[in-house]
T-cell receptor
Framework: GQQVMQIPQYQHVQEGEDFTTYCNSSTTLSNIQWYKQRPGGHPVFLIQ?????EVKKQKRLTFQFGEAKKNSSLHITATQTTDVGTYFC???????????FGKGTLLTVNP | NAGVTQTPKFQVLKTGQSMTLQCAQDMNHEYMSWYRQDPGMGLRLIHY???????DQGEVPNGYNVSRSTTEDFPLRLLSAAPSQTSVYFC????????????FGPGTRLTVL
């Protein structure tokens, strides 16, 4: 699969602040998925984006897929302590056989 | 449905020992994968399978073997454990082609001394 770069690696926020993590690729992505992993837990699927310029919302979470399908972002509005964890993006490449994950962004929230 | 199950949850091995990490899913998923997770490295794909009898290498396959004799089971074998294989191992499955929602097992934390 292609390589996706995630930034930042770490983010610490005060509860109530917003948070954004970015996923970037040098080549066009066929689709992108986002996962959340709580500390000590396993990754859990959040969403998949497929279309150029796509925007999807889940409560306080907003997911975007870039117009060129080379980048994606996850934005959390007004973070809560329950948002703590590592957020990963993943892409399946052209063959769709295997998912390749970014290195993740660890979010910590100070109450 | 139990989803994706993994055993054991924890394991300590000595260098050179062999063992098998078990993974099973009861969702009739075609695709199954093994990942290892190390600090700062994210999730790296070890091996994957797109159906019974079909396996292929991922990003970091050396030192690991897999087989897929049934749809449900996808064991990961460490042939001769090395300290570099100390990691958390996740098994995952998904329905199949174009179905990218991947379901992960709870993980196995392996320490090799």
């Amino acid at each position: 699969g292609q390589q996706v770069m995630q930034i930042p690696q770490y983010q610490h926020v005060q509860e109530g602040e917003d948070f954004t993590t970015y996923c970037n690729s040098s080549t066009t992505l066929s689709n992108i998925q986002w996962y959340k992993q709580r500390p000590g837990g396993h990754p859990v699927f959040l969403i998949q984006l497929v279309k150029s310029g796509e925007v999807k919302k889940q409560k306080r979470l907003t997911f975007q897929f870039g117009e060129a399908k080379k980048n994606s972002s996850l934005h959390i509005t007004a973070t809560q302590t329950t948002d703590v964890g590592t957020y990963f993006c993943a892409e399946s490449g052209g063959s769709n056989y295997k998912l390749t994950f970014g290195k993740g962004t660890l979010l910590t929230v100070n109450p | 449905n139990a989803g994706v199950t993994q055993t054991p949850k924890f394991q300590v091995l000595k260098t050179g020992q062999s063992m098998t990490l078990q993974c099973a899913q009861d969702m009739n998923h075609e695709y199954m994968s093994w990942y290892r997770q190390d600090p700062g490295m994210g999730l790296r794909l070890i091996h994957y399978s797109v159906g019974a009898g079909i396996t292929d290498q991922g990003e970091v396959p050396n030192g690991y073997n897999v087989s897929r004799s049934t749809t449900e089971d996808f064991p990961l074998r460490l042939l001769s454990a090395a300290p570099s294989q100390t990691s958390v191992y996740f098994c995952a499955s998904r329905l199949g082609f174009l179905h990218n929602e991947q379901f992960f097992g709870p993980g196995t934390r392996l320490t090799v001394l």
